[in-house]
């Protein structure tokens, strides 16, 4: 819907800055006016009432399909168990129609996960013998909200929002810049964990720039409880972390105002967080 104002306030503008333009040409922009002023269908859940439609052996330019049953079997379930946790629809209205599940998954280099806007899909790497990985099982389950905190980010904010963030790089303390703390070719070996190397980030990761800064806060609150749990010890004793945690509730709550979400276990875990966080 942003991305469709956006659009057309751009097309007035440049009707509006043409100067001189004949009859025909003033009366075409009548017609504009006139489209744009039409009321836009009412946002409501039954809009997004459809599932998700998982891929697992449609070949891609970005990985290979062919996983083992057992590996994607595992992971079919681990998905439609987390995908269930949150309001039928959350995630169609979040533009992820569909979730590619592939081997040896690649965006210029190996990944866990990434959202494919375009195409509104998410694809997620099944590493081999995946069921038999405490380790790998627990970096998936984050991994799966961290794609989805994007996807929703990028819905509810529009794609501007992945070059100029000021209300949420606005909570960093002063001085901070993304992109100073830690760099892939650094080679950290643990990038990801949730370590509060730096007042207001959950992990190094987050330092890179405001857009995974975000995913790894909503990753935080959804994903494994281990995570979760150390989210809610740094929220409580820094208030940088706090008020990102909270406007991400924020957000959350105005993507999806719909009634019936009460019911969700995406519901239960924002609320238990934000009473916990300002505790």
């Known amino acids: ?5 956006i659009l ?15 009859k025909k040409n003033e009366d075409d922009s009548k017609l504009l006016y006139s489209l744009i002023a039409l009321p836009h269908p009412p946002d409501r859940a039954e809009n997004y009432d459809r599932d998700v439609k998982i891929i697992t052996r ?3 330019e970005f990985c290979d399909p062919d996983s083992s049953d057992q590996d994607l079997n595992f992971y079919i379930e681990l998905l439609k168990t987390e995908i269930s946790r949150y309001p039928r629809g959350y995630w169609i209205k979040a533009g992820v129609e569909y979730v590619q599940l592939c081997r040896n998954l690649k965006d210029g280099s190996a990944v866990a996960g990434f959202m494919h806007s375009a195409t509104n899909t998410m694809f997620l790497n099944v590493p081999d013998r995946i069921g038999n990985s405490a380790l790998d099982y627990y970096a998936r389950f984050f991994t799966i909200h961290h794609e ?14 992945f070059i100029f963030d000021p209300a949420w ?15 892939p070719q650094q080679n950290h070996p643990h990038p990801l964990e949730f370590s509060h190397p730096l007042p207001g980030f959950v992990s190094l990761y987050a330092t890179t720039n405001h857009v995974e800064d975000r995913a790894e806060i909503g990753g935080g609150i959804m994903g494994p409880i281990s995570d979760y749990n150390r989210l809610i010890q740094f929220c409580q004793t820094d208030p940088i972390v706090a008020a990102k945690v909270n406007r991400t509730i924020s957000e959350w709550n105005e993507f999806w105002p719909f009634s019936g979400a009460e019911n969700s276990d995406w519901k239960t875990k924002i609320t238990a967080t934000a009473a916990a966080c300002n505790g």
Do not use: W
């Not at 819907?1 to 104002?5: L, N, P, R, T």
């Not at 097309?11 to 004949?22: K, S």
């Not at 929703?152 to 929002?161: A, R, T």
């Open 1 to 5: 819907m942003k991305i469709k104002f």
């Open 8 to 22: 057309s306030f751009l097309v007035l503008i440049a009707f509006e800055t043409c100067g001189d333009i004949d």
């Open 58 to 60: 449609r070949g891609q």
């Open 148 to 161: 989805l905190t994007h996807a929703v980010s990028y819905s509810f904010l529009g794609p501007g929002y």
């Open 169 to 183: 790089g606005s909570l960093n303390y002063t001085g901070f810049q993304y992109g100073n703390h830690y760099g």
